[in-house]
């Protein structure tokens, strides 16, 4: 009798992978469902994430070598601009000052300009840590059916339980293949995003530097100074 149980059991169910999940219970399929858009959702994140950052560290190369924002657009133009009109504005302040105010300015459009890269990262992050825990409840929920099915039928032949069973190792599996590739990528992305602040700060406090030093006083009385002191060449006299 159980061996007809096991050829009937064994002969209404698929035990390819794809027949596991269209027989699955409609919580499971839901789960699966879940886990599956979400994973196709990090890779998207991914690739838009790898194009973004290559374009910022481009962008902060051309700050670096840049000092006015006329004719740039873009990081660069956008940080320039903030730093130029803090030094226009009016203040009565020395010079270390409004090197402090400049700094501020231009590293607050930095930032904003970084934020615009950071979107998505959220994401990653929770599908890193969350996908698991789906997947595990998926899990929790086949072993569930499984035993059930061992209740309903009085057997506990492995032909009763082996669908169930199989349903949930296949929903950890998915739910690890799409929580993997998240926590990599959002670590690789923090780390990436993390250098790239450092060399705009860099750049920025160089930028901050050379504008703060062209346009203040003392500078420019130095310059006066030095031209003033410059003696002309007279005819007869040895230079």
């Known amino acids: 009798m159980e061996e007809e149980i096991a050829v009937t059991a064994t002969t ?3 035990y390819s992978v794809w027949g596991l999940l269209m027989q699955a219970d409609p919580v499971v399929k839901g789960v699966i469902v879940l886990l599956v ?3 196709v959702a990090c890779w998207a994140i991914t690739f838009e994430k790898i194009v973004r950052i290559s374009w910022l560290n481009g962008a902060i190369r051309r700050l670096a070598k840049t000092r006015s924002s006329k004719g740039r657009g873009g990081l660069s133009g956008a940080v320039l601009a903030a730093g130029e009109t803090e030094l226009e504005a009016e203040f009565d302040d020395n010079s270390t000052e409004r090197r402090f105010r400049v700094e501020n300015a231009m590293r607050h459009a930095f930032k904003a300009q970084l934020q615009k890269v950071e979107t998505g990262l959220p994401f990653l992050a929770t ?7 789906i ?3 998926g899990t929790v929920w086949g072993i569930v059916n499984s035993f059930t099915a061992i209740a309903q039928q009085k057997d506990t032949s492995l032909a009763v339980v082996a669908p169930g069973i199989a349903e949930a190792l296949i929903v950890t599996a998915i739910g690890l293949a ?3 590739p998240a926590v990599v990528a959002y670590n690789q992305f923090s780390v990436s995003l993390g250098r790239a602040y450092t060399r705009g700060n860099d750049a920025i406090m160089d930028i901050a530097r050379e504008l703060t030093e062209e346009d203040s006083p003392d500078a420019q009385q130095a310059k006066r100074v030095r031209r003033d002191n410059v003696e002309p060449l007279r005819a007869g006299k040895p230079s």
């Open 37 to 39: 858009v979400a994973s």
């Open 178 to 180: 799409a929580a993997i």
């Open 12 to 14: 209404h169910h698929d």
């Open 127 to 133: 599908t890193g840590s969350a996908a698991p825990f």
């Open 135 to 137: 997947g595990l409840f």
